[in-house]
């Protein structure tokens, strides 16, 4: 390498087109792209990010990240500085990746994925670069994959729901007097339908949750309300196999909680549910709920025949049902409990059981009080 | 006995409704979406609407709010009979009124006419509002 090659103006020369080289890297990704300095000031801004937003760039750069860039909730609220992703970002020092909602310029609301990292140099935090995408089209995808799914549910149902009415009718005596016999044929119609009325809602729901189509919508909601509506849902099934639910929701002081109440509603109709089908006739189910300061814990209890200890570590799997069920209800599909797992995951909870066979099964099912979500 | 709306788009099920409720002895009208239902509610004046939520022209949600349940007709009963159950559309129709809500494939003609009793006599447990 010769003198001249390595000289002061040739290593400026250099410096320059590597400032060049990253200038141009940051203007071309396809993504909006942000960077800010230690303090969360905006130092860069790339097109995409200024097309997605609606601001100019002499808008931006200087300003404050979290005054710039407003972030909101699903009700348009706006998000709390600790809780949004740069400053999780600055005070982990690791990568954060988080869908968000921002608001336009114009006032648009605009859903984005989005990838926030402090930017390290020596272990020094320098500040913090962010790549988001505008995700309204994929959002609008899955709304109508929801909507589809929901609709063919219900189209799905209406011919179950004549044919199950009318053997019921039959049986009933509503159009003269049926014999035994034609009564024992009409209640295998009913449990055919039963059985595929149960089929259709499980897989529509495991279809919306393995296609990421469940979204999780906060709200806040009375818990002791919530399973009065579930129990008044299914004391209608339970009366069909002469099973009494117990409510006990009244027994402990609950406070509201912020949570996905159609998905809380799932997971218990599906527990209740299960509890229904594998309980003897004239036994009993009951469900409580207790709540502390930082969880609330549903307990579905019921009288059935239990889970055998040598499988009981397998029975969230899919498709997974239990020997001594199999023998006495050729009915289930091992999907229920499967979804129900999904389900109590997608609200950040857990969920466990304590069973013994011929003593019955109580499961528990524990979420965040959710105060502090939006 | 009570005078009864049944307002659903499967003719089979409508009829299958009418036949139990007026086995039952009350006095009951059929309409298929929910603006024929706004057109019977004038004339007939039901003490219950037995209410579909998914139909085609108008939709159960449509006709209460357009029926203004709450502040124009608060003595009426409505009881959704549908198969959405644990849908949004159940929670919309709660906040516009609703007493109760069943769900068809889970009921028999029995308790059918069983939950409009209760409801009639007000025997059921008010509905939750989770907004």
Same mark, same amino acid.
């Given at each position: 390498?010769?003198?001249?090659?390595?000289?002061?103006?040739?290593?400026?020369?250099?410096?320059?087109?590597?400032?060049?080289?990253?200038?141009?890297?940051?203007?071309?990704?396809?993504?909006?792209?942000?960077?800010?300095?230690?303090?969360?000031?905006?130092?860069?801004?790339?097109?995409?990010?200024?097309?997605?937003?609606?601001?100019?760039?002499?808008?931006?750069?200087?300003?404050?990240?979290?005054?710039?860039?407003?972030?909101?909730?699903?009700?348009?609220?706006?998000?709390?500085?600790?809780?949004?992703?740069?400053?999780?970002?600055?005070?982990?020092?690791?990568?954060?990746?988080?869908?968000?909602?921002?608001?336009?310029?114009?006032?648009?609301?605009?859903?984005?994925?989005?990838?926030?990292?402090?930017?390290?140099?020596?272990?020094?935090?320098?500040?913090?670069?962010?790549?988001?995408?505008?995700?309204?089209?994929?959002?609008?995808?899955?709304?109508?994959?929801?909507?589809?799914?929901?609709?063919?549910?219900?189209?799905?149902?209406?011919?179950?729901?004549?044919?199950?009415?009318?053997?019921?009718?039959?049986?009933?005596?509503?159009?003269?007097?049926?014999?035994?016999?034609?009564?024992?044929?009409?209640?295998?119609?009913?449990?055919?339908?039963?059985?595929?009325?149960?089929?259709?809602?499980?897989?529509?729901?495991?279809?919306?949750?393995?296609?990421?189509?469940?979204?999780?919508?906060?709200?806040?909601?009375?818990?002791?309300?919530?399973?009065?509506?579930?129990?008044?849902?299914?004391?209608?099934?339970?009366?069909?196999?002469?099973?009494?639910?117990?409510?006990?929701?009244?027994?402990?002081?609950?406070?509201?909680?912020?949570?996905?109440?159609?998905?809380?509603?799932?997971?218990?109709?599906?527990?209740?549910?299960?509890?229904?089908?594998?309980?003897?006739?004239?036994?009993?189910?009951?469900?409580?709920?207790?709540?502390?300061?930082?969880?609330?814990?549903?307990?579905?209890?019921?009288?059935?025949?239990?889970?055998?200890?040598?499988?009981?570590?397998?029975?969230?799997?899919?498709?997974?049902?239990?020997?001594?069920?199999?023998?006495?209800?050729?009915?289930?599909?091992?999907?229920?409990?499967?979804?129900?797992?999904?389900?109590?995951?997608?609200?950040?909870?857990?969920?466990?059981?304590?069973?013994?066979?011929?003593?019955?099964?109580?499961?528990?099912?524990?979420?965040?009080?959710?105060?502090?979500?939006? | 006995?009570?005078?009864?709306?049944?307002?659903?788009?499967?003719?089979?099920?409508?009829?299958?409704?009418?036949?139990?409720?007026?086995?039952?002895?009350? *006095? /009951?009208?059929?309409?298929? #979406?929910?603006?024929?239902?706004?057109?019977?509610?004038? +004339?007939?004046?039901?003490?219950?609407? %037995?209410?579909?939520?998914?139909?085609?022209?108008?939709?159960?949600?449509?006709?209460?709010?357009?029926?203004?349940?709450?502040?124009?007709?608060?003595?009426?009963?409505?009881?959704?009979?549908?198969?959405?159950?644990?849908?949004? *559309? /159940?929670?919309?129709?709660? #906040?516009?009124?609703?007493?109760?809500?069943?769900?068809? +494939?889970?009921?028999?003609?029995?308790? %059918?006419?069983?939950?409009?009793?209760?409801?009639?006599?007000?025997?059921?447990?008010?509905?939750?509002?989770?907004?």
């Amino acid at each position: 390498m010769s003198d001249a090659q390595s000289g002061p103006d040739n290593t400026n020369q250099l410096i320059v087109e590597k400032q060049a080289e990253m200038e141009a890297l940051f203007t071309s990704i396809g993504d909006g792209a942000i960077t800010t300095d230690e303090f969360g000031k905006i130092t860069r801004i790339n097109p995409k990010a200024r097309q997605i937003l609606g601001f100019s760039e002499k808008e931006m750069i200087g300003g404050w990240f979290p005054n710039k860039i407003v972030a909101v909730n699903d009700q348009d609220k706006i998000i709390n500085m600790i809780d949004r992703p740069i400053t999780k970002a600055f005070l982990t020092g690791k990568t954060i990746s988080e869908k968000c909602i921002y608001r336009t310029k114009k006032g648009k609301l605009v859903p984005v994925n989005l990838s926030v990292s402090p930017i390290l140099v020596d272990s020094k935090p320098l500040g913090a670069i962010q790549v988001f995408r505008d995700i309204t089209l994929e959002e609008e995808v899955d709304r109508m994959k929801s909507e589809f799914i929901s609709l063919a549910s219900h189209q799905l149902r209406t011919p179950l729901s004549s044919i199950k009415t009318y053997s019921h009718m039959l049986i009933e005596g509503y159009m003269g007097d049926v014999n035994k016999d034609q009564q024992k044929s009409l209640r295998t119609i009913i449990g055919a339908t039963n059985r595929m009325n149960e089929l259709i809602s499980t897989l529509l729901n495991i279809t919306r949750m393995e296609s990421g189509t469940i979204r999780v919508s906060l709200k806040t909601i009375n818990a002791k309300t919530l399973v009065d509506e579930v129990i008044e849902e299914l004391n209608l099934l339970a009366n069909e196999r002469s099973i009494e639910i117990n409510n006990l929701s009244g027994k402990y002081q609950l406070d509201v909680i912020r949570t996905d109440p159609l998905l809380l509603k799932e997971i218990l109709i599906n527990l209740m549910t299960n509890g229904i089908k594998y309980t003897p006739e004239n036994g009993k189910i009951s469900l409580t709920v207790k709540q502390t300061t930082e969880h609330i814990t549903f307990c579905v209890a019921d009288s059935g025949w239990g889970i055998p200890e040598d499988v009981q570590n397998q029975i969230f799997s899919k498709f997974f049902r239990a020997k001594n069920i199999v023998k006495r209800e050729t009915t289930g599909t091992g999907l229920g409990l499967y979804l129900v797992k999904g389900l109590v995951d997608a609200l950040e909870g857990r969920i466990w059981f304590k069973s013994k066979p011929k003593h019955g099964t109580k499961f528990y099912v524990e979420i965040p009080n959710g105060k502090n979500q939006h | 006995m009570a005078k009864i709306l049944i307002v659903e788009d499967d003719k089979d099920l409508n009829n299958a409704y009418c036949i139990i409720l007026k086995s039952e002895g009350h *006095e /009951v009208v059929g309409a298929f #979406d929910g603006k024929e239902a706004l057109a019977a509610v004038e +004339s007939f004046s039901p003490d219950l609407i %037995l209410l579909d939520l998914l139909m085609p022209v108008m939709g159960g949600l449509e006709f209460l709010q357009k029926y203004d349940l709450i502040n124009k007709h608060p003595e009426v009963k409505v009881l959704i009979f549908t198969n959405m159950e644990n849908s949004p *559309e /159940v929670t919309k129709s709660y #906040d516009l009124g609703a007493h109760r809500c069943i769900i068809k +494939s889970w009921t028999a003609p029995h308790n %059918l006419a069983r939950v409009i009793e209760d409801t009639l006599n007000n025997k059921a447990s008010s509905p939750a509002t989770t907004a």
